[in-house]
């Protein structure tokens, strides 16, 4: 009886779901106007700028970037408190944490802005995310329709990689090998693909403009 009990769960545990991370903001007029990020235990990343879209972009952190994410969660008690300042400020958007335990059970929090330092470092570190795969984005479209737009998509990736704000780096190795080795780009636009595919991949020694501090 002990044994069977101990297969089955062993089981349900395989088949759980790992707990899930959930940062939601709707902000008219801006770009984008409403995006989701979705980040599980492992480190799997989903981003989509519509709710209604069945292909998200999928990318995956590495542990030192997951870890911190669950740790300000875990310091926030899984959004089950409001974590809204109560303040007259402008509006900067509905925002929306969610986490979710592998049994499936849910707490979440919405807010407009927060005084809480945790909520405001876990906000900036989505905020760096979701900027990422937004520029993710914009490359993939320059790449495909826009050949004279690939610079400044790369310009903006760039940006982020200075400003130690781009996650996920290794995401973009493949657009950027497509970007460096094909003719059809400008000289210049190659050789800058080719020099951030080394910075991301580790094989060049990082900029002394990387050491700022955000």
């Not at 089981?11 to 984008?32: M, Q, W």
């Not at 870890?67 to 109560?86: M, N, R, W």
Request: some cysteine.
């Amino acid at each position: 009886m002990k044994l069977c009990l101990l297969m089955l769960l062993v089981a349900v545990s395989a088949f759980a779901a790992p707990p899930k991370l959930t940062y939601i903001r709707s902000f008219p007029k801006s770009d984008p106007e409403y995006f989701q990020i979705q980040i599980d235990h492992s480190g799997s990343l989903e981003y989509k700028e519509s709710p209604t879209d069945d292909h998200p972009v999928k990318a995956q952190l590495q542990e030192a970037e997951t870890t911190p994410l669950f740790d300000a969660a875990a310091k926030l008690d899984y959004f089950k408190s409001s974590i809204e300042s109560g303040l007259k400020v402008a509006n900067t958007g509905k925002k929306t944490f969610r986490y979710e335990d592998e049994n499936g059970s849910a707490s979440e929090t919405v807010f407009n802005y927060s005084t809480n330092e945790t909520a405001r470092e876990l906000l900036q570190r989505f905020e760096n995310i979701a900027s990422t795969e937004h520029a993710y984005l914009e490359l993939d479209r320059t790449v495909h329709f826009d050949k004279l737009g690939v610079n400044d998509a790369l310009a903006t990736i760039e940006a982020l990689w200075l400003n130690k704000q781009l996650a996920a780096p290794q995401q973009f190795i493949p657009l950027l090998t497509r970007i460096s080795t094909h003719e059809s780009f400008m000289h210049l636009v190659r050789e800058r693909a080719a020099r951030l595919k080394d910075q991301f991949q580790g094989t060049t020694t990082p900029l002394a403009s990387d050491t700022r501090q955000k």
